[in-house]
Protein backbone atom coordinates (compact mmCIF):
# COMPACT_ATOMS: atom_id res chain seq x y z
CA UNK A 1 0.00 0.00 0.00
CA UNK A 2 2.13 3.22 -1.32
CA UNK A 3 1.07 5.65 1.41
CA UNK A 4 3.97 8.43 -0.13
CA UNK A 5 1.56 8.51 -3.94
CA UNK A 6 -1.71 8.86 -1.82
CA UNK A 7 -0.15 11.41 0.48
CA UNK A 8 0.65 13.13 -2.78
CA UNK A 9 -2.67 12.83 -4.29
CA UNK A 10 -4.35 14.69 -0.97
CA UNK A 11 -1.80 17.13 -0.76
CA UNK A 12 -2.41 18.34 -4.69
CA UNK A 13 -6.44 18.41 -3.76
CA UNK A 14 -5.91 20.37 -0.76
CA UNK A 15 -3.50 22.76 -3.37
CA UNK A 16 -5.99 23.02 -5.48
CA UNK A 17 -8.47 23.86 -2.60
CA UNK A 18 -6.24 26.80 -1.41
CA UNK A 19 -4.57 28.65 -4.39
CA UNK A 20 -7.84 30.59 -5.04
CA UNK A 21 -8.08 31.73 -1.36
CA UNK A 22 -6.84 35.34 -0.66
CA UNK A 23 -5.51 34.47 2.91
CA UNK A 24 -3.60 31.57 3.44
CA UNK A 25 -4.10 29.11 6.49
CA UNK A 26 -1.39 29.07 9.17
CA UNK A 27 -0.15 26.58 11.04
CA UNK A 28 1.92 27.19 14.58
CA UNK A 29 4.17 24.59 15.69
CA UNK A 30 5.85 24.36 19.58
CA UNK A 31 8.98 23.04 19.93
CA UNK A 32 10.62 22.64 23.38
CA UNK A 33 14.51 21.64 22.91
CA UNK A 34 16.61 19.84 20.24
CA UNK A 35 15.92 16.60 19.26
CA UNK A 36 17.13 15.36 15.80
CA UNK A 37 14.52 13.41 14.61
CA UNK A 38 12.21 16.52 15.44
CA UNK A 39 13.86 19.03 13.57
CA UNK A 40 13.42 16.58 10.70
CA UNK A 41 9.53 16.14 11.39
CA UNK A 42 9.30 19.66 11.47
CA UNK A 43 11.32 20.60 7.95
CA UNK A 44 8.85 17.88 6.44
CA UNK A 45 5.80 19.31 7.99
CA UNK A 46 7.11 23.03 6.70
CA UNK A 47 7.71 21.50 3.29
CA UNK A 48 4.64 19.96 2.95
CA UNK A 49 2.58 23.30 3.74
CA UNK A 50 5.02 25.47 1.75
CA UNK A 51 3.81 23.06 -1.63
CA UNK A 52 0.33 23.57 -0.81
CA UNK A 53 -0.02 26.65 0.09
CA UNK A 54 -0.02 27.02 3.97
CA UNK A 55 1.75 29.46 6.07
CA UNK A 56 4.02 27.95 8.33
CA UNK A 57 5.28 29.38 11.68
CA UNK A 58 7.83 27.76 14.13
CA UNK A 59 8.81 28.78 17.30
CA UNK A 60 11.70 26.74 19.25
CA UNK A 61 12.28 26.99 22.83
CA UNK A 62 15.21 26.38 24.81
CA UNK A 63 15.00 23.30 26.80
CA UNK A 64 15.51 25.64 30.15
CA UNK A 65 12.19 27.25 29.04
CA UNK A 66 9.95 27.89 32.06
CA UNK A 67 6.91 26.24 31.29
CA UNK A 68 4.30 29.45 31.49
CA UNK A 69 6.50 30.75 29.42
CA UNK A 70 5.53 28.15 26.35
CA UNK A 71 2.45 28.29 27.49
CA UNK A 72 1.88 31.85 27.25
CA UNK A 73 2.90 31.64 23.93
CA UNK A 74 -0.02 29.43 23.07
CA UNK A 75 -2.46 31.14 24.52
CA UNK A 76 -1.25 34.15 22.38
CA UNK A 77 -1.33 32.14 18.84
CA UNK A 78 -5.06 30.86 20.42
CA UNK A 79 -6.06 34.42 20.31
CA UNK A 80 -4.48 35.14 17.01
CA UNK A 81 -7.35 34.93 14.35
CA UNK A 82 -4.69 34.51 11.60
CA UNK A 83 -3.33 31.54 13.37
CA UNK A 84 -5.38 28.53 12.10
CA UNK A 85 -4.04 25.41 13.85
CA UNK A 86 -1.85 24.79 16.60
CA UNK A 87 0.52 21.91 17.43
CA UNK A 88 2.99 20.59 19.90
CA UNK A 89 6.03 18.50 18.44
CA UNK A 90 6.74 15.65 20.72
CA UNK A 91 8.77 14.37 22.77
CA UNK A 92 8.96 17.81 24.96
CA UNK A 93 11.82 17.04 27.40
CA UNK A 94 10.24 15.20 30.64
CA UNK A 95 10.50 18.04 33.28
CA UNK A 96 7.66 19.35 31.63
CA UNK A 97 4.00 19.02 32.23
CA UNK A 98 2.84 17.78 28.74
CA UNK A 99 -0.68 17.33 29.70
CA UNK A 100 -0.65 20.84 30.37
CA UNK A 101 0.97 22.22 27.86
CA UNK A 102 -1.33 20.30 25.26
CA UNK A 103 -4.51 21.17 27.41
CA UNK A 104 -3.58 24.88 26.59
CA UNK A 105 -4.01 24.76 23.19
CA UNK A 106 -7.49 25.79 21.74
CA UNK A 107 -9.65 22.89 21.06
CA UNK A 108 -10.87 24.59 17.84
CA UNK A 109 -6.83 24.38 16.65
CA UNK A 110 -5.97 21.40 17.89
CA UNK A 111 -4.22 20.17 14.53
CA UNK A 112 -2.77 17.34 16.56
CA UNK A 113 -5.98 16.29 18.16
CA UNK A 114 -4.84 15.37 21.55
CA UNK A 115 -6.28 17.78 24.17
CA UNK A 116 -8.17 15.88 26.30
CA UNK A 117 -11.89 17.73 25.11
CA UNK A 118 -11.00 16.66 21.48
CA UNK A 119 -9.87 12.91 22.74
CA UNK A 120 -13.06 12.69 24.64
CA UNK A 121 -15.22 13.57 22.01
CA UNK A 122 -13.64 11.20 19.76
CA UNK A 123 -14.34 8.21 22.18
CA UNK A 124 -18.33 9.34 22.40
CA UNK A 125 -18.32 9.20 18.26
CA UNK A 126 -18.41 12.37 18.24
CA UNK A 127 -17.44 14.90 15.39
CA UNK A 128 -13.64 16.14 16.31
CA UNK A 129 -10.01 16.41 15.38
CA UNK A 130 -8.37 13.43 15.20
CA UNK A 131 -4.64 12.60 16.06
CA UNK A 132 -2.91 12.84 12.37
CA UNK A 133 -1.36 9.16 12.25
CA UNK A 134 -4.08 7.13 13.03
CA UNK A 135 -6.34 9.53 10.31
CA UNK A 136 -3.66 8.20 8.25
CA UNK A 137 -4.31 4.49 8.57
CA UNK A 138 -7.92 4.84 8.47
CA UNK A 139 -7.57 6.49 4.99
CA UNK A 140 -4.92 4.00 3.26
CA UNK A 141 -7.40 1.41 4.47
CA UNK A 142 -10.14 2.90 2.90
CA UNK A 143 -8.09 3.71 -0.39
CA UNK A 144 -7.43 0.86 -0.76
CA UNK A 145 -11.00 -0.76 0.26
CA UNK A 146 -10.16 -2.53 2.70
CA UNK A 147 -13.73 -3.86 4.93
CA UNK A 148 -12.95 -3.41 8.52
CA UNK A 149 -17.26 -4.32 9.75
CA UNK A 150 -16.79 -7.47 11.24
CA UNK A 151 -13.02 -7.65 11.03
CA UNK A 152 -10.35 -8.77 13.48
CA UNK A 153 -7.84 -6.05 14.10
CA UNK A 154 -4.78 -6.29 16.28
CA UNK A 155 -3.24 -3.36 17.48
CA UNK A 156 0.32 -3.90 19.05
CA UNK A 157 0.85 -0.53 20.93
CA UNK A 158 -1.26 1.86 23.07
CA UNK A 159 0.04 4.99 23.07
CA UNK A 160 -2.00 8.06 22.57
CA UNK A 161 -0.41 8.91 19.18
CA UNK A 162 -1.02 5.90 17.70
CA UNK A 163 -2.54 2.82 19.63
CA UNK A 164 -5.53 4.75 21.86
CA UNK A 165 -7.27 6.70 19.31
CA UNK A 166 -7.06 3.71 16.87
CA UNK A 167 -8.73 1.56 18.98
CA UNK A 168 -11.19 3.96 18.90
CA UNK A 169 -11.68 4.78 15.83
CA UNK A 170 -11.63 0.73 14.88
CA UNK A 171 -14.62 0.24 17.68
CA UNK A 172 -16.18 3.07 15.34
CA UNK A 173 -15.95 1.15 11.71
CA UNK A 174 -17.89 -2.06 13.55
CA UNK A 175 -13.89 -4.09 13.63
CA UNK A 176 -13.59 -6.19 16.87
CA UNK A 177 -10.48 -4.66 18.05
CA UNK A 178 -7.60 -6.50 20.39
CA UNK A 179 -5.18 -3.82 21.84
CA UNK A 180 -1.67 -5.78 22.39
CA UNK A 181 1.32 -4.03 24.88
CA UNK A 182 4.58 -4.66 26.33
CA UNK A 183 2.63 -6.93 29.09
CA UNK A 184 0.75 -8.70 26.89
CA UNK A 185 1.23 -13.14 27.11
CA UNK A 186 1.41 -14.89 24.25
CA UNK A 187 1.55 -11.79 21.71
CA UNK A 188 2.09 -14.41 18.49
CA UNK A 189 -1.15 -16.18 19.35
CA UNK A 190 -2.87 -13.15 19.18
CA UNK A 191 -1.89 -11.58 15.85
CA UNK A 192 -1.95 -14.36 13.81
CA UNK A 193 -6.17 -14.34 14.56
CA UNK A 194 -5.60 -10.64 13.04
CA UNK A 195 -7.41 -10.25 9.73
CA UNK A 196 -6.24 -6.40 10.00
CA UNK A 197 -2.72 -6.06 12.36
CA UNK A 198 -1.49 -2.74 12.96
CA UNK A 199 1.86 -2.65 14.73
CA UNK A 200 3.05 0.96 16.31
CA UNK A 201 5.42 -0.14 18.84
CA UNK A 202 8.56 0.74 17.83
CA UNK A 203 10.82 -1.94 17.93
CA UNK A 204 12.40 -3.35 15.03
CA UNK A 205 11.28 -5.59 12.52
CA UNK A 206 9.27 -7.67 15.78
CA UNK A 207 6.84 -8.72 13.81
CA UNK A 208 7.42 -11.62 11.89
CA UNK A 209 5.84 -13.92 8.97
CA UNK A 210 5.56 -16.65 11.30
CA UNK A 211 3.19 -14.14 13.86
CA UNK A 212 0.75 -13.20 10.56
CA UNK A 213 -2.16 -14.95 9.27
CA UNK A 214 -1.91 -15.90 5.70
CA UNK A 215 -3.52 -13.04 3.53
CA UNK A 216 -3.63 -10.38 6.64
CA UNK A 217 -3.44 -6.61 5.80
CA UNK A 218 -0.56 -5.44 7.60
CA UNK A 219 0.00 -1.84 8.67
CA UNK A 220 3.27 -0.96 10.06
CA UNK A 221 3.30 2.41 12.30
CA UNK A 222 6.96 1.91 13.27
CA UNK A 223 9.91 4.04 12.14
CA UNK A 224 13.58 2.90 13.59
CA UNK A 225 16.94 3.32 12.52
CA UNK A 226 19.04 0.43 12.26
CA UNK A 227 22.57 0.53 10.65
CA UNK A 228 21.76 4.40 9.29
CA UNK A 229 18.99 2.32 7.66
CA UNK A 230 14.95 3.42 8.39
CA UNK A 231 12.95 -0.01 8.91
CA UNK A 232 9.50 -0.42 10.65
CA UNK A 233 8.03 -3.23 12.78
CA UNK A 234 7.73 -5.47 10.93
CA UNK A 235 10.09 -7.71 8.95
CA UNK A 236 8.73 -5.99 5.55
CA UNK A 237 10.55 -8.67 2.93
CA UNK A 238 9.41 -11.81 4.42
CA UNK A 239 5.86 -10.43 5.75
CA UNK A 240 4.88 -9.18 2.55
CA UNK A 241 5.29 -12.43 0.59
CA UNK A 242 2.64 -13.73 3.44
CA UNK A 243 0.62 -10.31 3.58
CA UNK A 244 -2.44 -9.66 0.90
CA UNK A 245 -1.31 -5.82 1.49
CA UNK A 246 1.23 -4.17 3.54
CA UNK A 247 2.56 -0.72 4.13
CA UNK A 248 6.40 -0.09 3.66
CA UNK A 249 8.86 1.61 5.50
CA UNK A 250 9.19 4.33 4.47
CA UNK A 251 6.60 5.61 2.42
CA UNK A 252 3.97 4.05 3.90
CA UNK A 253 2.07 5.42 7.18
CA UNK A 254 4.58 8.46 7.53
CA UNK A 255 3.95 10.68 4.56
CA UNK A 256 -0.03 10.10 5.13
CA UNK A 257 0.83 11.70 9.05
CA UNK A 258 1.63 14.87 7.12
CA UNK A 259 -1.02 14.80 4.63
CA UNK A 260 -3.60 14.30 7.71
CA UNK A 261 -2.35 17.13 8.93
CA UNK A 262 -2.86 19.49 6.10
CA UNK A 263 -6.35 18.30 6.21
CA UNK A 264 -6.76 19.07 9.83
CA UNK A 265 -5.12 22.28 8.99
CA UNK A 266 -7.51 23.17 6.43
CA UNK A 267 -10.48 21.86 8.42
CA UNK A 268 -9.94 24.53 11.15
CA UNK A 269 -9.20 26.95 8.71
CA UNK A 270 -12.42 26.47 7.19
CA UNK A 271 -13.75 26.64 10.70
CA UNK A 272 -16.03 23.02 9.91
CA UNK A 273 -18.16 22.32 13.20
CA UNK A 274 -16.13 20.33 15.25
CA UNK A 275 -18.19 19.93 18.41
CA UNK A 276 -21.56 18.88 17.69
Known amino acids: ???????????????QKLKNCMIRPSVAVIQVGSDPASDSYIKRKEKACSAVGVYFRHFKFEDDTPELTIINKIKELNNDEYVNGILVQLPIP???NEKRILNSISNSKDVDGLTDINTG??????????????????????????PLEGKRVVIVGRSKLVGKPLFQLMLAADATVTVCHSHTVDLPSITKEADILICAAGVPKMITEDMVKKDAVVIDVGINRVDGKLCGDVDFD???????????????????????????????????????
Open 1 to 15: MDGEALSLKIQEEIK
Open 94 to 96: ERY
Open 121 to 146: RMINGRKTLVPCTPLGVMRILKEYEI
Open 238 to 276: KVSKKASYITPVPKGVGPMTVAMLLENIVTCYENKPVTK
